[in-house]
């Protein structure tokens, strides 16, 4: 949708009041800042959506009361139709008929079900635009891709998320470690001022407290015993005046893939043991 967001106001910028380029400014400031950003999420972006919904309106205003020509109308509906029919064939394909490499029918084997529906959901969009557009109802275009557009997320906000959750390498994590970590104070390996991520790895365990840990003399002051959880990717770097003698100090007893890096779960050895994989 964005492309076709993108050459309506190209066409239109002469027509652009306050709320267009506020709503404009709106999505690209964020857009912008958060790209420097080194680490960027999807959710991080999340504030420009309802500004980019009101500009989509705008699309479909013309057509609602039927201000557009038929020409671009009918245009119009065949794009949207074409658009939603390749993305729900495609899906089809890929669902149905088990077509993509054996990666992609592995990753999406736990959310199947909820894949077909979308692909028919698809596919019915796409020809409730041809539909219209045909038969010049250009006026009921919102209605076909509010219908279209609801439906998906209904599908994937609901039946699609919990199927999704529960394959959350969080879930796992939280399986391995909560035993071990009931009752027990832990502490998060954190030396870069800029980031804390030890919120992830707190998340489904209720351990509501884990307190930063950011230099080698707060990790010397430990007890034999102490929990001491840290991101796989910042451990092995010296940082905080860590090195090789101050990672010996800890025993690893969980390392676990999650997300896009890893956690790990550690305790101060009683006599200083050496840092191992198990």
Request: glycine share 10%; net charge positive.
């Amino acid at each position: 949708l964005l492309p076709s967001l993108v050459i309506f106001l190209a066409n239109n910028r002469k027509r652009y009041s306050s709320m267009h380029r506020f709503s404009i400014l709106a999505i690209l400031v964020p857009v912008f800042l958060l790209s420097c950003s080194q680490s960027k999420q999807g959710k991080y972006i999340l504030m420009i959506y309802p500004f980019t919904a009101l500009l989509m309106g705008e699309i479909l205003f013309g057509f609602t009361n039927e201000a557009e020509p038929s020409s671009r109308a009918r245009r119009f509906g065949s794009l949207f139709a074409g658009l939603f029919g390749f993305a729900g064939l495609a899906a089809f394909a890929i669902t149905f008929l088990g077509l993509g490499p054996g990666k992609l029918q592995t990753q999406i084997a736990p959310y199947l079900k909820p894949a077909i529906i979308a692909s028919l959901i698809l596919m019915s969009g796409a020809s409730l635009f041809a539909w219209d557009a045909i038969r010049g109802r250009a006026r009921h275009f919102a209605r076909d891709m509010g219908i279209t557009i609801g439906l998906l997320i209904l599908t994937f906000g609901t039946w699609g998320f919990r199927q999704l959750d529960s394959h959350k390498g969080y879930r796992k994590w939280t399986e391995e470690v909560k035993p071990i970590i009931t009752g027990r104070q832990v502490y998060f390996w954190q030396p870069n001022h800029l980031k804390d991520v030890s919120a992830g790895a707190m998340i489904y365990t209720n351990n509501l407290t884990m307190p930063t840990i950011r230099n080698i003399a707060q990790l010397e002051e430990f007890s034999p015993g102490t929990l001491l959880a840290a991101s796989e990717r910042d451990w092995p770097i010296d940082q905080g005046g860590l090195t090789d003698a101050g990672r010996a100090m800890f025993i690893t007893i969980v390392k676990m893939p999650v997300g896009g890096g890893g956690l790990i779960l550690m305790q101060k050895a009683v006599d200083g043991g050496s840092y191992s994989d198990h």
